[in-house]
């Protein structure tokens, strides 16, 4: 049974700072990784999509590298802004039979500060 | 283009009692899902449905939860009766084909309290 760990749970760093979230999972048998970000009150909304041939994936200021085989992937992300503060989730697709299923980590709490 | 559709936002009931929600996803995507959010958690997968087919309800209470997409486009998830514990949110996610390297795109959720 796949498990994702997220850590930490929660961050808070002043804003134009540089930082990580990491992400780890137990079964290196994924089709890809995702990283999304949740917003209070809201869904999730897809950030980046590493599939499992690729290292990483970059966005604006956001990044995200992938090492299937230690079973790591991590979120950076460049001078912060307050805007930035949600909670940010890790999902890895995984084969389950006949379908493909997504195995979400329980999220990492971001707050920038001004 | 139009996102994925979710009602009510919130709902409050008491243990016992029913509830269903309704999702409607963006237009022409085959692949409908629905996961559960408890507070603290990541989401869970609890059915998956391709056009109004079942494709995975491994995590579904089925003695408790039932889920429908007639005609493959809406779809509604129903609780009867509901527990302590199914005060979650309720997400409802789509995706065009349900292929892997495919992102789903999720609504805003319905935010279920159950007293």
């Known amino acids: 049974k796949q498990e994702v760990t997220q850590i930490p749970a929660a961050l808070s760093v002043p804003e134009g700072e540089n930082l990580v979230l990491n992400c780890s999972f137990t079964d290196s048998a994924i089709y890809n990784l995702q990283w999304f970000r949740q917003d209070p009150g809201k869904g999730l909304t897809s950030l980046l999509l590493?599939?499992?041939?690729?290292r990483e994936q970059t966005s604006g200021r956001l990044n995200a590298s992938l090492d299937k085989s230690s079973g790591r992937s991590t979120l950076y992300i460049a001078a912060s802004q307050p805007g930035d503060s949600a909670t940010y989730l890790c999902?890895?697709?995984?084969?389950?039979?006949?379908?493909?299923?997504?195995?979400f980590g329980k999220g990492t709490l971001l707050t920038v500060n001004p | 283009e139009a996102g994925v559709a979710q009602s009510p936002r919130y709902k409050i009931i008491e243990k016992r009692q029913s509830v269903a929600f309704w999702c409607n996803p963006i237009s022409g995507h085959a692949t409908l899902y629905w996961y559960q959010q408890i507070l603290g958690q990541g989401p869970k997968l609890l059915i998956q449905?391709?056009?109004?087919?079942?494709?995975?309800d491994s995590q579904l209470p089925k003695d408790r939860f039932s889920a429908e997409r007639l005609k493959g486009v809406d779809s509604t998830l129903k609780i009867q009766p509901a527990k302590l514990e199914d005060s979650a949110v309720y997400l409802c996610?789509?995706?065009?084909?349900?292929?892997?390297?495919?992102?789903?795109?999720f609504g805003p959720g319905t935010r279920l309290l159950v007293l």
């Open positions: 449905f391709q056009n109004n087919g079942v494709v995975d």
């Open positions: 590493i599939q499992s041939s690729q």
């Open positions: 996610a789509s995706s065009p084909r349900g292929w892997p390297q495919e992102t789903q795109y």
């Open positions: 999902a890895v697709m995984n084969s389950g039979g006949s379908n493909y299923k997504l195995t």
